[in-house]
């Protein structure tokens, strides 16, 4: 079918990318995502796009945030996206192309589908551990979006009624306790408090203003008590939310992907099966927990068949 492009719009940098029919990267292309609003980003997305050394047939993108009929929602990571974009639409006249735009967990999801750790499965879902924690589904083959393009927020299904705080303003939700910044700021609470923590210090002697996942793995393997208090609650709301998605949907593969499924790899997985086994209904079944392959290029991938499939 030739040269599709594939597009992940990220809050610092947005990557473009060539996928040939084999979903394989040819060459790509990173910018800097704009700070100053939706018209900006258009403009940095097709300027990448165009610096691709071929044009590509179809574009494919995957923003961050709910999208729904090429719109994006709501971008709460990106400056002045507080109101609805056409996306698809704006850079179809920009670029003279067919452009599809999805939420990006959902493309990432999708990406594992076709040409990662999601082969061979029937219905998939992927789950992104990162700064939050995002979500995305494939079933029957197909990336599912929902009624109003909202499905796949798996960070944001509540595991404990009146529990923390979420980014969202709700509490409870799962990303409350295993996204990497509420994760962080339950560290910087303890520290407050008196606690002593390797993760602290570790983050000093890699110059990070963050805990990011390479300091939580070295934490861990330290044997740093709070970091590993922290990665168990993490892992029990992150179980309690495959449990209910495999309860509801009958899957037969879940993915773990983001910064801290590439950091602890399949250890990580295998520590979230073993947690949610007993709250899954039908256990026997041959289902699989498995850590992501693409990494960086699921999203561009992934974006990429989704132009394909239009």
């Not at 520590?271 to 026997?284: H, M, N, S, W």
């Not at 041959?286 to 394909?308: I, K, P, S």
């Amino acid at each position: 079918m030739g040269l599709a492009a594939g597009v992940d719009l990220g809050g610092t940098k947005i990557l473009a990318a060539l996928i040939d029919d084999n979903h394989v990267v040819v060459a790509d292309k990173k910018v800097p995502t704009p700070a100053d609003g939706p018209e900006s980003v258009v403009e940095a997305i097709r300027t990448a796009v165009e610096a691709l050394p071929e044009r590509p047939d179809t574009v494919g993108i995957g923003a961050p945030g709910p999208v729904h009929d090429g719109v994006v929602k709501i971008a709460p990571n990106l400056p002045g996206w507080d109101r609805p974009v056409p996306l698809a639409e704006q850079l179809s006249k920009a670029l003279g192309l067919q452009v599809v735009v999805d939420n990006d967990a959902t493309v990432g999801a999708l990406g594992e589908f076709v040409a990662g750790a999601g082969r061979g499965a029937r219905n998939l879902l992927g789950v992104w551990i990162g700064t939050g924690v995002g979500g995305g589904l494939v079933l029957e083959g197909r990336a599912y979006r929902g009624s109003f393009g909202g499905a796949g927020e798996f960070g944001h299904m509540v595991v404990r009624q009146g529990g923390q705080r979420c980014n969202c303003g709700r509490r409870g939700c799962l990303e409350a306790y295993a996204g990497r910044a509420s994760m962080e700021r339950a560290v910087s609470t303890l520290v407050a408090a008196g606690a002593q923590t390797a993760l602290t210090r570790i983050a000093a002697e890699k110059n990070k203003s963050q805990l990011t996942s390479s300091v939580w793995k070295r934490a861990l393997s330290e044997g740093d008590p709070i970091a590993n208090q922290l990665l168990d609650e993490a892992v029990s709301a992150v179980s309690i939310g495959v449990a209910n998605a495999v309860n509801l949907l009958d899957l037969d593969r879940v993915v773990i992907g983001g910064g801290f499924a590439e950091a602890l790899g399949q250890p990580l997985a295998d520590r979230i099966a073993e947690a949610a086994r007993p709250y899954v209904l039908v256990g026997d079944a041959n289902r699989e927990v498995v850590v992501a392959e693409l990494v960086d290029t699921a999203g561009v991938v992934g974006a990429a068949a989704l132009a394909r499939r239009g």
